[in-house]
């Protein structure tokens, strides 16, 4: 069976541009890791529309949540060093989670 990978990247800015790019590299990032034969969830890439319709009625909590409920069933977590993801808040915690409940943790270029 191929191994289930989350992959983990920065996306908050207060630039909508910033997030648009961000957005754009976890999508390609993800169809890159799948089409090497992983299955892939890239909360990014899987919930940037969901967000822009949410808007403000979630926050980062809220997010973490759903997050935390795919990667504890993830065999590795893919962190995608875009700028930005060593001060990404939800990153760090991604990263914390993983290791605490025992998920390999690697590093990707984009």
Partial sequence: MKPLCYLASCY???????RLT???????????LM????????????????GLILGDSV????????DKAILRHCDKLIVLLLPGWSESKGVAEEI?????IGIPVEFETP
């Fill in 12 to 18: 908050s800015h207060a630039d909508p541009e910033v």
């Fill in 22 to 32: 961000r957005y754009l590299a976890a999508v390609k990032k993800a169809a890159e």
């Fill in 35 to 50: 089409k090497a034969g992983n299955n892939v969830f890239s909360p990014i890439a899987h919930t940037h529309e969901i």
């Fill in 59 to 66: 926050d980062h909590d809220f997010w973490l949540a759903q």
């Fill in 96 to 100: 914390e989670f993983a290791r605490t």
